[in-house]
Structures are given as structure tokens and as C-alpha cells.
């Protein structure tokens, strides 16, 4: 896929908004969803993406609903922050398939990191749902502050 192309309203993270295939969801509001990634490349990576837009990646997206996707970045980037006590988190996108996108429906990903530990590949290896659970949750738990 390059960066111009129609946008496929079966891609998987599309499905997952209208509840089809399940996620681990973190949080919702009307505009954006945040949940965990499956295939995460650390403890704690996940995934914000509009409910609505469909902007295949950052060069045809509406500015108003990047503004709801960032927003709803930096809230759950704190979060992770207080939950999970990372050195560092990573804000990354990819747009185009040489770049490394995968899924053609923007996304944010937040990727926690700790000092000496090592990142995961791009999408390898799916994580057991129960552990996200409890990683969405902790998250989750600190929404708020
Ligand atoms: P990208 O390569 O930027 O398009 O990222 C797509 C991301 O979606 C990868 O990090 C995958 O691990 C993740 N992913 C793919 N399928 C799912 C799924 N069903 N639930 C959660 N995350 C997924």
C-alpha cells in the first residue's frame, strides 16, 4: 500500500471500533479508542486510533480528528507513565507500507521504554491476552491522574 490509496473499511482496527474482532481497550471516548497492541514490542505498547475518520495514515487525515488522536495520546502516555514507571515512551506512526505500516487506518503507537531493556520487533509475537488485561487495567486505572 502506498500513501495514496482508498481507504479499506474492513481493515482490522476498523472492525475493531464496530466491535466485530475483540481488543483490549484501555479507553473511549466519541471521538478516539486506545487498547493494547497484540503484537507489542514492550510491556505496555498500545494503540490510539479515531473512531470515525477515515484517514489511512498522518497526510490525509482531517486536522480536527488528529487533534482528538493526540490529545488522546498524551492522556494515555501519562497514564503510562504513572502506571508503568517507564524511562522513556516512545510516540511513533508510519504511513505507507515501505515505512513499516501494517494496518492502513491511522494509528498513534505509545511504547513504553526501560533503561537496558531491548524493544521487540514491529509486530511480532502476540502477547497473552489475560497479561494485557491486567496492563490495560493498571493503565487504565490512572486515566485520571
Ligand atoms: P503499523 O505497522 O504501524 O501499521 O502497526 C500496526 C500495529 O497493529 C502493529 O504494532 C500490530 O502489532 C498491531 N496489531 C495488529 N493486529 C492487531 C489486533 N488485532 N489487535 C491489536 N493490535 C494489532
Known amino acids: 500500500m502506498s500513501l495514496d490509496g482508498v481507504y479499506d473499511s474492513d481493515n482490522i482496527f476498523a472492525r475493531i471500533v464496530r466491535g466485530e474482532i475483540?481488543?483490549?481497550?484501555?479507553?473511549?471516548d466519541q471521538d478516539t479508542l486506545a487498547f493494547m497492541d497484540a503484537f507489542p514490542q514492550s510491556s505496555g505498547h498500545c494503540?490510539?486510533?479515531h473512531r470515525t475518520s477515515r484517514a489511512r495514515n498522518l497526510l490525509d487525515v482531517e486536522p480536527e480528528a488528529l487533534i482528538a488522536i493526540?490529545?488522546?495520546v498524551q492522556r494515555v502516555a501519562r497514564a503510562v507513565k504513572l502506571a508503568l514507571a517507564p524511562d522513556g515512551i516512545v510516540v511513533t506512526q508510519f504511513n505507507g507500507a515501505p515505512s513499516g505500516q501494517t494496518v492502513f487506518h491511522l494509528h498513534v503507537h505509545i511504547i513504553p521504554r526501560w533503561t537496558g531493556v531491548a524493544l521487540g520487533r514491529h509486530g511480532e509475537g502476540m502477547a497473552d491476552p489475560k497479561a494485557l488485561g491486567e496492563l490495560a487495567a493498571?493503565?487504565?486505572?490512572?486515566?485520571?491522574?
Open 70 to 72: 493526540m490529545s488522546t
Open 138 to 145: 493498571r493503565i487504565a486505572a490512572r486515566l485520571n491522574g
Open 22 to 28: 475483540p481488543a483490549v481497550r484501555i479507553a473511549e
Open 47 to 49: 494503540l490510539v486510533i
